[in-house]
């Protein structure tokens, strides 16, 4: 495979089908990254051959800078001035196995689009269109406070009052220009606030004066609960607190059991914690509800209702749920993201008259300064919910050079990761896959 690289970013083989982040990103899993066009310079195609946006993310200890082609994701860290250039290599090998972990690149996405198109004729119209849509595995903590902040709210408010929680609560890591001709030179970016930052009792007012409403006391409440349950010393790898670390546990639990202990906090009803269970605590056949859910099932799977309208409630909430995992199977909370997505209007026109690989009319031109020698890494997955001959046609690679082959060799052999979301997590996973725990296979979808 022959593409051109962006100086300074790494490459990683990785169709479109497996991940496309023009739908991920804005489809209201997260609301943090921020979406960069390119120069107007590297625009010429519209095949979505080259890289149109640059994707951003603010972590404990780094920004992650992400670009995408049809064919590969392309991918650099940023870090403050103050880590020594010595601990770089080890450090990108981290970044590699943050983005193999938040991805959940160990699921072959296309092997389940298959299979839920074959059991679903409303699926079996979207996958075209909307493929490449999986779910992140986030940050337990920050998953858990954005979607407090969702209760009858939109994605764009959603994204505007996470960001301010990070510009008033978390200290700047750093600042990077920007990739166009923006009025701005440059952007700020913050860390996810930890919980010992929006504890304290005067927290609620300031979120109210910020435009939160109701919403302020319930992040106040919540994690003044984790910080007088768990404490608030980090760790001093992880840079995690005692309960940011607590949450991370709840994977482990039993789905009923993990959710019970979600609904103790304040503003978390069965919604908000069955999107923390699907979004980051490994709860894949949790399907979330709400109405707009609910007039799916009724529109297009036969759920009878004696009104479309009707209040949610316990009872109607289980009806949906079920409806739709038994079309969907053991994956069904994935399955439900992609229609979701596809009923959203910001996504009418969706990759309609648009490329493929990003949600602007124009696609990227590969920068001339670009150097063709810089390597591309091969996908290194081995979890398939089917079989390795699939997963090895569906995430083919080249063979790596030498340089970034190392980096992949690092990213498999980190016993411990100090990155930011997810690192005590995704330590113990690559230690469970080498000892072939059952814990590290996916679950295996319902054909």
Known sequence: MSMAIPMGFHALPLPLAQLSLAAVLKCGQSFRWSILPLPTSELPVADGSVPAHEYRLCLRDRVVCLRQSRDALFYRSVFPASVPEESLETKEAETLAWIRDYFQLDIDLAELYRQWSLADPVFHRLQDRFEGIRMLRQDPFENLISFICSSNNNIARITKMVKSLCQHYSPPLLSLPLPSGSTLPEETYHPFPPPSALAPPEVSAKLRSLGFGYRADFIQRTAAMLVGAHGVSRHPKTLMEPSEEWLITLRNMATPEARAELLKFVGVGRKVADCVLLMSLDKREVIPVDTHVHQIAIKHYGLKSASK??????????????????????????????????????????????????????????????????????????????????RKRALSAEKPPARTARLVEIADSLPELAIAESTYSLAERVKRRRRGAPSSQPLSPAA
Do not use: C, Q
């Open 309 to 390: 309208t009707a209040n949610m409630n316990p009872k109607l909430y289980d009806e949906v749920s079920t409806k739709l995992a038994s079309v969907w199977g053991d994956y069904a909370g994935w399955a439900h993201s992609v229609l979701f997505t596809s009923d959203l209007k910001s996504f009418a026109s969706y990759r309609i008259a648009s490329t493929p690989a990003s949600p602007s009319l124009t696609p990227d031109r590969p920068s001339s300064s670009s150097p063709a020698s810089t390597p591309s890494i091969s996908t290194p997955t081995s979890e398939t919910p089917t079989t390795t001959t699939k």
